[in-house]
Protein backbone atom coordinates (compact mmCIF):
# COMPACT_ATOMS: atom_id res chain seq x y z
CA UNK A 1 0.00 0.00 0.00
CA UNK A 2 0.98 3.48 -0.94
CA UNK A 3 2.51 5.45 2.36
CA UNK A 4 0.65 8.92 1.81
CA UNK A 5 1.15 11.53 4.69
CA UNK A 6 -2.68 12.84 5.75
CA UNK A 7 -3.66 16.73 6.24
CA UNK A 8 -4.11 16.71 9.55
CA UNK A 9 -5.05 20.66 9.56
CA UNK A 10 -9.14 19.88 8.35
CA UNK A 11 -10.23 20.27 12.08
CA UNK A 12 -10.57 23.68 13.67
CA UNK A 13 -9.95 24.34 16.80
CA UNK A 14 -13.50 25.07 18.12
CA UNK A 15 -14.49 21.37 16.45
CA UNK A 16 -11.44 19.87 18.20
CA UNK A 17 -11.57 21.56 21.80
CA UNK A 18 -15.32 20.06 21.39
CA UNK A 19 -14.27 16.53 20.65
CA UNK A 20 -11.63 16.57 23.69
CA UNK A 21 -14.19 17.47 26.62
CA UNK A 22 -16.60 15.21 24.93
CA UNK A 23 -14.03 12.48 25.14
CA UNK A 24 -12.82 13.47 28.63
CA UNK A 25 -16.18 13.41 29.44
CA UNK A 26 -17.12 9.71 28.15
CA UNK A 27 -13.61 8.73 29.91
CA UNK A 28 -14.39 9.85 33.47
CA UNK A 29 -17.92 7.84 32.97
CA UNK A 30 -15.64 4.83 31.70
CA UNK A 31 -13.67 5.15 35.28
CA UNK A 32 -17.04 5.20 37.29
CA UNK A 33 -18.02 2.33 35.18
CA UNK A 34 -15.12 0.08 35.96
CA UNK A 35 -14.74 0.89 39.45
CA UNK A 36 -18.37 0.42 40.27
CA UNK A 37 -20.42 -1.41 37.54
CA UNK A 38 -18.05 -3.32 35.72
CA UNK A 39 -17.01 -5.26 39.25
CA UNK A 40 -20.98 -5.91 40.33
CA UNK A 41 -22.16 -7.14 36.35
CA UNK A 42 -22.23 -10.74 35.31
CA UNK A 43 -19.83 -11.73 32.02
CA UNK A 44 -22.47 -10.84 29.72
CA UNK A 45 -23.45 -7.55 31.11
CA UNK A 46 -20.21 -6.43 31.32
CA UNK A 47 -19.26 -7.38 27.72
CA UNK A 48 -22.19 -5.14 26.49
CA UNK A 49 -20.79 -2.36 29.07
CA UNK A 50 -17.43 -2.54 27.47
CA UNK A 51 -18.60 -2.82 24.00
CA UNK A 52 -21.24 -0.01 24.39
CA UNK A 53 -18.20 2.11 25.97
CA UNK A 54 -15.46 1.24 22.87
CA UNK A 55 -18.07 2.54 20.60
CA UNK A 56 -18.39 6.08 21.86
CA UNK A 57 -15.22 6.40 22.45
CA UNK A 58 -14.35 5.77 18.86
CA UNK A 59 -17.58 8.27 17.93
CA UNK A 60 -15.94 10.81 20.58
CA UNK A 61 -12.55 10.94 18.53
CA UNK A 62 -15.39 10.95 14.80
CA UNK A 63 -13.32 7.63 14.24
CA UNK A 64 -15.59 5.34 11.85
CA UNK A 65 -15.07 2.18 11.86
CA UNK A 66 -15.92 -0.05 8.83
CA UNK A 67 -16.14 -3.84 9.18
CA UNK A 68 -15.43 -6.24 6.32
CA UNK A 69 -16.10 -9.95 5.21
CA UNK A 70 -17.17 -12.07 7.79
CA UNK A 71 -18.39 -10.28 10.83
CA UNK A 72 -19.64 -11.28 13.71
CA UNK A 73 -22.99 -11.24 14.10
CA UNK A 74 -24.05 -8.45 16.33
CA UNK A 75 -25.28 -9.48 20.03
CA UNK A 76 -24.02 -13.32 19.41
CA UNK A 77 -21.72 -14.55 21.98
CA UNK A 78 -18.80 -16.22 20.41
CA UNK A 79 -17.74 -19.09 22.56
CA UNK A 80 -14.07 -20.28 22.57
CA UNK A 81 -12.79 -18.25 19.73
CA UNK A 82 -9.60 -16.36 19.15
CA UNK A 83 -8.93 -12.79 17.17
CA UNK A 84 -5.46 -12.55 15.33
CA UNK A 85 -4.42 -9.44 14.18
CA UNK A 86 -2.20 -6.88 12.76
CA UNK A 87 -1.39 -3.53 15.23
CA UNK A 88 -1.17 0.01 14.90
CA UNK A 89 -2.89 2.04 17.10
CA UNK A 90 -4.44 2.06 20.69
CA UNK A 91 -7.68 2.31 18.66
CA UNK A 92 -7.27 -1.20 17.38
CA UNK A 93 -8.50 -2.29 20.40
CA UNK A 94 -11.95 0.00 21.05
CA UNK A 95 -12.81 -0.80 17.53
CA UNK A 96 -12.62 -4.39 17.78
CA UNK A 97 -14.38 -4.15 21.02
CA UNK A 98 -17.23 -1.91 19.64
CA UNK A 99 -18.11 -5.13 17.51
CA UNK A 100 -17.75 -7.97 19.42
CA UNK A 101 -16.63 -8.70 23.14
CA UNK A 102 -12.92 -9.49 23.48
CA UNK A 103 -10.63 -10.62 26.03
CA UNK A 104 -7.01 -8.72 25.17
CA UNK A 105 -3.97 -10.60 25.50
CA UNK A 106 -1.60 -7.40 25.58
CA UNK A 107 2.10 -6.27 26.35
CA UNK A 108 2.14 -5.48 30.42
CA UNK A 109 3.52 -1.73 29.34
CA UNK A 110 -0.05 -0.92 28.76
CA UNK A 111 -0.87 -1.20 32.36
CA UNK A 112 0.86 2.25 32.93
CA UNK A 113 -1.32 3.79 30.13
CA UNK A 114 -2.10 6.93 31.67
CA UNK A 115 -6.32 6.38 32.93
CA UNK A 116 -6.70 4.16 29.74
CA UNK A 117 -4.63 2.12 31.73
CA UNK A 118 -6.46 1.22 34.45
CA UNK A 119 -9.65 0.86 32.20
CA UNK A 120 -8.56 -1.88 29.74
CA UNK A 121 -7.28 -3.65 33.22
CA UNK A 122 -10.36 -3.30 34.69
CA UNK A 123 -11.97 -4.64 31.60
CA UNK A 124 -9.85 -8.21 32.55
CA UNK A 125 -7.14 -7.91 29.73
CA UNK A 126 -4.70 -10.23 30.01
CA UNK A 127 -1.40 -8.98 30.29
CA UNK A 128 2.15 -10.58 29.34
CA UNK A 129 5.33 -9.78 29.92
CA UNK A 130 7.92 -9.93 26.57
CA UNK A 131 11.23 -9.33 28.84
CA UNK A 132 10.75 -12.52 30.61
CA UNK A 133 10.87 -15.97 28.95
CA UNK A 134 9.11 -17.84 31.47
CA UNK A 135 5.84 -15.60 31.89
CA UNK A 136 4.88 -16.75 28.44
CA UNK A 137 4.42 -20.32 29.49
CA UNK A 138 1.91 -18.99 32.80
CA UNK A 139 0.06 -16.50 29.38
CA UNK A 140 -0.44 -19.49 27.44
CA UNK A 141 -1.87 -21.37 30.64
CA UNK A 142 -4.28 -18.45 31.30
CA UNK A 143 -4.91 -18.23 27.84
CA UNK A 144 -6.32 -21.52 27.94
CA UNK A 145 -8.31 -22.12 30.56
CA UNK A 146 -9.84 -18.85 29.19
CA UNK A 147 -10.45 -20.32 26.19
CA UNK A 148 -11.61 -23.58 27.68
CA UNK A 149 -13.97 -21.58 30.08
CA UNK A 150 -15.93 -20.17 26.65
CA UNK A 151 -13.90 -16.16 26.35
CA UNK A 152 -13.11 -14.76 23.19
CA UNK A 153 -9.56 -13.40 23.01
CA UNK A 154 -7.64 -11.23 20.36
CA UNK A 155 -4.04 -11.48 20.33
CA UNK A 156 -1.76 -8.68 18.41
CA UNK A 157 1.01 -11.53 17.47
CA UNK A 158 3.41 -8.93 15.88
CA UNK A 159 4.26 -7.78 19.62
CA UNK A 160 4.21 -4.06 18.80
CA UNK A 161 2.61 -1.38 16.47
CA UNK A 162 3.45 -0.12 13.09
CA UNK A 163 2.55 2.50 11.11
CA UNK A 164 0.52 0.88 9.04
CA UNK A 165 2.68 0.50 5.93
CA UNK A 166 4.33 -3.06 7.03
CA UNK A 167 3.02 -6.41 8.87
CA UNK A 168 6.08 -7.62 11.47
CA UNK A 169 6.25 -11.31 11.61
CA UNK A 170 3.70 -13.07 13.59
CA UNK A 171 5.21 -14.58 17.24
CA UNK A 172 3.69 -17.70 17.50
CA UNK A 173 3.78 -19.03 21.02
CA UNK A 174 0.04 -17.49 21.94
CA UNK A 175 -1.44 -19.48 19.43
CA UNK A 176 -0.16 -22.45 21.07
CA UNK A 177 -3.34 -22.03 24.03
CA UNK A 178 -5.83 -21.90 20.99
CA UNK A 179 -4.49 -25.08 19.62
CA UNK A 180 -4.51 -26.65 22.66
CA UNK A 181 -8.08 -25.77 23.34
CA UNK A 182 -9.56 -26.24 19.70
CA UNK A 183 -10.68 -22.88 19.75
CA UNK A 184 -12.04 -21.12 16.36
CA UNK A 185 -9.18 -18.53 15.17
CA UNK A 186 -10.57 -15.41 13.17
CA UNK A 187 -8.07 -13.74 11.37
CA UNK A 188 -8.02 -9.95 10.96
CA UNK A 189 -6.71 -7.32 8.63
CA UNK A 190 -6.86 -3.82 9.88
CA UNK A 191 -5.93 -0.76 7.80
CA UNK A 192 -6.64 3.00 8.46
CA UNK A 193 -7.04 4.53 4.86
CA UNK A 194 -6.40 7.46 3.64
CA UNK A 195 -9.09 9.57 1.66
CA UNK A 196 -6.50 9.85 -1.31
CA UNK A 197 -5.31 5.87 -0.91
CA UNK A 198 -2.92 4.19 0.79
CA UNK A 199 -1.93 4.29 4.76
CA UNK A 200 -3.03 7.10 7.06
CA UNK A 201 0.61 7.07 9.06
CA UNK A 202 -0.92 9.58 11.18
CA UNK A 203 -3.39 7.19 13.76
CA UNK A 204 -0.34 5.01 14.23
CA UNK A 205 1.05 4.80 18.19
CA UNK A 206 4.05 3.32 16.65
CA UNK A 207 7.63 4.11 16.83
CA UNK A 208 8.36 7.21 19.13
CA UNK A 209 4.78 8.71 18.79
CA UNK A 210 3.62 8.79 22.50
CA UNK A 211 -0.10 8.01 23.11
CA UNK A 212 -0.96 12.05 23.61
CA UNK A 213 0.59 12.70 20.64
CA UNK A 214 -1.30 9.92 18.50
CA UNK A 215 -4.80 11.17 19.96
CA UNK A 216 -3.63 14.49 18.91
CA UNK A 217 -3.60 13.52 15.16
CA UNK A 218 -6.16 11.46 15.43
CA UNK A 219 -8.16 14.63 16.82
CA UNK A 220 -6.49 16.72 13.86
CA UNK A 221 -8.50 14.96 11.26
CA UNK A 222 -11.88 15.39 9.90
CA UNK A 223 -13.07 11.97 10.06
CA UNK A 224 -10.05 9.12 10.29
CA UNK A 225 -11.61 5.47 9.65
CA UNK A 226 -10.38 2.31 10.64
CA UNK A 227 -10.97 -0.90 8.36
CA UNK A 228 -11.47 -4.05 9.92
CA UNK A 229 -11.46 -6.83 7.45
CA UNK A 230 -12.77 -10.21 9.11
CA UNK A 231 -11.18 -13.67 7.20
CA UNK A 232 -12.73 -16.63 7.20
CA UNK A 233 -12.19 -18.14 10.49
CA UNK A 234 -9.88 -21.00 11.15
CA UNK A 235 -11.20 -24.02 12.78
CA UNK A 236 -8.48 -26.35 14.19
CA UNK A 237 -9.04 -29.68 12.47
CA UNK A 238 -5.96 -31.27 11.13
CA UNK A 239 -1.93 -31.31 11.58
CA UNK A 240 -0.90 -28.91 9.80
CA UNK A 241 -3.25 -26.67 11.81
CA UNK A 242 -2.54 -27.81 14.81
CA UNK A 243 1.89 -26.88 14.21
CA UNK A 244 1.86 -23.81 16.12
CA UNK A 245 4.32 -22.49 13.45
CA UNK A 246 2.74 -23.22 10.54
CA UNK A 247 -0.38 -22.24 11.52
CA UNK A 248 1.35 -18.41 12.14
CA UNK A 249 2.78 -18.32 9.14
CA UNK A 250 -0.61 -19.11 7.07
CA UNK A 251 -2.62 -16.43 9.28
CA UNK A 252 0.54 -13.95 8.90
CA UNK A 253 0.61 -14.44 5.34
CA UNK A 254 -3.64 -14.01 4.75
CA UNK A 255 -3.19 -10.44 6.43
CA UNK A 256 -0.32 -9.65 4.19
CA UNK A 257 -2.42 -10.76 1.57
CA UNK A 258 -5.26 -8.97 2.75
CA UNK A 259 -3.25 -5.84 3.34
CA UNK A 260 -1.05 -6.21 0.31
CA UNK A 261 1.76 -5.90 2.08
Not at 185 to 201: C, F, L, T
Not at 219 to 247: G, Y
Request: glycine share 4%; with cysteine; hydrophobic share 45%.
Amino acid sequence: MQNIKPDITTTNIVIRYFRIIRIACHTLLGVILATIALPLANKQHKAKLIQWWCKHLLAAFNLRVVSYGNVPIADTQLNNAMFVANHISWSDIHALNSIVAIRFIAKSEIRNWPIFGYLVSRANTLFIDRSKKKDAKRTIDVALQSLQSGDTLCLFPEGTTTDGTLVQPFKSSLLQAAIEAQSTIWPVAIHYPHPSGGANIDVAYAGETTLVESMQKILSQKQPVIELHFLAPITIANAVQQDRRALTLHIESLIRSKLSL
